[in-house]
T-cell receptor, first 111, second 113 residues
Framework: DAGITQSPRHKVTETGTPVTLRCHQT?????MYWYRQDPGHGLRLIHY???????DKGEVSDGYSVSRSKTEDFLLTLESATSSQTSVYFC??????????FGPGTRLTVT | SQKIEQNSEALNIQEGKTATLTCNYT??????LQWYRQDPGRGPVFLLL?????KEKRKERLKVTFDTTLKQSLFHITASQPADSATYLC????????????FGTGTRLTIIP
């Protein structure tokens, strides 16, 4: 258990509203990731972080921003949510052996 | 960009038989390849990692092969059990300095009692 929690676990929001998802880890891992998972597309990387204040874009970063002000927290923000951002969002950390451990996911619905 | 294809969306196997899942990739040869298991409503769980210079890796009833000539990895579950029913994902990393994984869409495996 890599000690990863995500909050909220479920959220319904309206188009145009800002949304922030939180990923929290308890084991001081350097690398953290945000993915979204959609039918037919699998897991796609949104953003990742390789240290405090160090982040980089993934495959589907448009419409998303991230912040990492502390090692243990990695925040994903949808500045103005759209229906295309309805998805399941997973946070992950990378272990020293390169394997990734995933959180339980956040199901986001944008109406 | 890397494209990954996993053989089929769904695979049904009789209990006790060997299940074989395929992961094919195009473009660059990855430095390493990983397999994950995902159960409904849960995050993926890491199973095995195989490096570019390794041909085969085993872990209990699981075996992974990596053929860089064919650009293919095979994932085998021997003596399959109903509890092995899940979606299995393969993921590739370009090199050890690049921390991004590219995932396939997965194969949903059902073991029939």
């Amino acid at each position: 258990d890599a000690g990863i929690t995500q909050s909220p676990r479920h959220k319904v929001t309206e188009t145009g509203t800002p949304v922030t998802l939180r990923c929290h880890q308890t084991e001081n891992h350097r690398y953290m990731y945000w993915y979204r998972q959609d039918p037919g597309h699998g897991l796609r990387l949104i953003h990742y972080s390789y240290g405090v204040k160090d982040t980089d874009k993934g495959e589907v970063s448009d419409g998303y921003s991230v912040s990492r002000s502390k090692t243990e927290d990695f925040l994903l923000t949808l500045e103005s949510a759209t229906s295309s951002q309805t998805s399941v969002y997973f946070c992950a950390i990378r272990q020293q052996g390169y394997e990734q451990y995933f959180g339980p996911g956040t199901r986001l619905t944008v109406t | 960009s890397q494209k990954i294809e996993q053989n089929s969306e769904a695979l049904n196997i009789q209990e006790g038989k060997t299940a074989t899942l395929t992961c094919n990739y195009t473009n660059y040869s990855p430095a390493y390849l990983q397999w994950y298991r995902q159960d409904p409503g849960r995050g993926p769980v890491f199973l095995l990692l195989i490096r570019e210079n390794e041909k085969e890796k085993r872990k209990e009833r699981l075996k992974v092969t990596f053929d860089t000539t064919l650009k293919q990895s095979l994932f085998h579950i021997t003596a399959s059990q109903p509890a092995d029913s899940a979606t299995y994902l393969c993921a590739l990393a370009r090199d050890f300095g690049n921390e991004k994984l590219t995932f396939g869409t997965g194969t949903r495996l059902t073991i029939i009692p």
